[in-house]
């Protein structure tokens, strides 16, 4: 497959913001300094011999220190319109490859684009991005792939003397270093482009999301079109909305996404929980997060051995205790399969402490005291299988004068229950779903006590694995089975427990004892400051 022009191109940047790009096709060279909105970091302005200083204009400017002279300067979106000119002229009509030394500036390139909603023209032309570093990783093993470009021009490019550090000499000199690696080994035009052409997509394990960025005004926008203050059940589906970007039809998507939310605790405190057979103890940190308008909670369990000043059980070391309303900034990670995890937290200093307990009151409009309930249109559509697992990205109406959160649903793609599924490998990964489900001790309990022909409507049924779904419900249809097949499963197994004999051991008032759903253990947590008596029940065989 041929790749196209080959465009061989740097960035200069400071703190998410373009300051130079400087790229080269063939003879045509582009060259163009941004100004930035600030001032551009001391590291890196050290590094990279470039300054934004006031012009003989008037007007700041990009300044070369090295060559001591003002270089031609725009803003940002006029200057990115120049490079989409530039590139439309080399492209005549067809498409670029894009190669850089390593892939850093991929990101920025994007971000800095999107920000003017320039990326879908950038995309028209751009079908792929190498990164050089892999490409010397693949095809020639006997280069390290770490070696910086001023020790590849060292070697490549000895007689040649190039600016370093300057996009438009930085891409000169990748030029000739690509070139000249070529020549002295004997590969021709035609096998270099088809090297090219083979080169997979280029994978980035994490992507961190800045704050403020589209991303992020979008991330909000699709889970509160409104705007208006809602307590969300979960943040599912946010690495969908992040995988959605253009830049990902020439990138591979990664396997997960970070990105920071503010937010406030709700409780701080330690809880003991049970794992196998043995009493722990550990921390947990309860968050009340947003973004925009929308809220969620988030749950920060941290281990007894943790190194953590929010480590409670841990006795060395300074602690910080968060009192309810403490204003926090959180990092959040978020994988393919809706997993959320807490990464950080960070106490903000700058902010005074709210009272979150009324803030949480008022966005379920409930009265002290009274149980928080999500709306029956949510528990409808849980039930429902077809859009079982569409109901975790619901986008939340305005609350209705019952004071409860509604939930709004975008309506999935409809298939007829008549509608059988073809696709072999689809049906292989469903089979491997259920079987894995099918081995659990649960499953074989609720099998022998309820067989399939006692089974009445409203009992868990195997989903139907032939008909035609769509990955999103019948993900939801599985997990929605799964969950009721353990609830019912354990509550037989524990009766029959009961039935071989039960000891009841009476525990403290203030503690009390909940079972987490897991695929290989039962955990039992115990919840410290619980104000009604309860009962903790001791198995002493096991069935």
């Known amino acids: 497959m041929a790749p196209g022009k080959l ?31 600030g001032r551009i970091d001391p590291f890196v302005r050290k590094k990279i011999k470039l300054d934004v200083r006031e012009g003989p204009t008037g007007e700041r400017q990009v300044f070369d220190i090295v060559r001591r002279t003002f270089l031609p300067t725009l803003d940002a979106r006029e200057g990115f319109e120049e490079f989409l000119k ?23 390139l994007d971000r800095n684009f999107s920000k003017y909603d320039l990326e879908g023209r950038l995309y028209k032309y751009v079908s792929k991005y190498v990164d050089f570093q892999e490409y010397l990783a693949v095809h020639f093993k006997d280069i390290s792939s770490r070696m910086s470009l001023k020790d590849l021009v060292g070697i490549f490019c000895k007689h040649q003397g190039f600016r370093l550090h300057c996009a438009d000499e930085d891409s000169r000199a990748l030029k000739h270093v690509f070139m000249n690696l070529h020549h002295m080994r004997g590969v021709d035009k035609a096998d270099f482009e088809r090297n090219l052409g083979r080169m997979r997509r280029i994978y980035m394990k994490s992507i961190t999301v800045p704050k403020s960025c589209k991303e992020i005004k979008e991330l909000a926008n699709k889970l509160n079109p409104g705007s208006q203050y809602v307590l969300l059940p979960n943040i599912f589906g946010v690495y969908n909305i992040f995988a959605s970007s253009p830049l990902f039809s020439v990138l591979e998507p990664p396997e997960n996404y970070q990105f920071e939310v503010p ?31 929308a809220y ?11 190194k953590s000043p929010l480590n409670l059980v841990k006795k060395t070391g300074n602690k910080t205790f968060l009192v309810p309303g403490t204003p926090v900034s959180v990092t959040v990670l978020v994988t393919s399969t809706n997993y959320v995890k807490v990464l950080e937290i960070t106490v903000n200093h700058e902010k005074k402490v709210v009272d979150v307990e009324k803030i949480l009151l008022d966005l379920h409009k409930l009265k002290r005291g009274e149980k928080l309930e999500v709306c029956s249109e949510f528990r409808k559509c849980e039930q429902r299988d077809e859009c079982a697992a569409l109901d975790t990205n619901g986008n939340v109406d305005p609350r209705d004068k019952s004071g409860l959160l509604k939930f ?43 067989p399939k022909n006692h089974r009445v409507e409203k009992m868990p049924r195997t989903p139907n694995m032939t008909r035609k779904y769509s990955r999103r419900q019948w993900d939801g249809a599985v997990k929605h089975w799964k969950t009721n097949v353990h609830t019912i499963g354990r509550e037989i197994i524990r009766n029959r427990k009961e039935d071989k004999g039960v000891k009841i051991v009476q525990e403290k008032p203030k503690d009390k004892i909940v079972t987490l759903e897991d695929d290989d253990d039962d955990v039992e947590i115990v919840k410290e400051k619980v104000e009604d008596k309860v009962m903790t029940v001791e198995i002493n065989e096991k069935v």
């Open 86 to 108: 530039w590139l439309e002229e080399i492209s005549e009509g067809g498409e670029v490859m894009m190669i850089s030394h390593g892939n850093a500036d991929i990101l920025i």
């Open 263 to 293: 937010g406030y605790s709700i409780n701080h405190c330690t809880e003991r929980y049970v794992a196998r057979e043995e009493y722990k103890e550990r921390t947990k940190v309860e968050l009340a997060c947003h973004i925009g308008n």
């Open 296 to 306: 969620f909670i988030l749950n920060h369990p941290i281990s007894a051995n943790v």
């Open 408 to 450: 709004r649903q975008e309506k999935p793609e409809k298939h007829d229950k008549g509608d059988v599924e073809a696709d072999k490998d689809i049906l292989a990964r469903r089979e491997k779903q259920l079987e894995y489900c099918k081995k659990t001790d649960d499953y074989r309990a609720y099998l022998e006590e309820v």
């Open 7 to 37: 465009v061989f191109y740097d960035l200069e940047w400071s703190q998410n913001e373009i300051i130079m790009i400087g790229a080269v096709c063939g003879g045509s060279v582009f060259s163009q300094c941004v100004r930035p909105s």
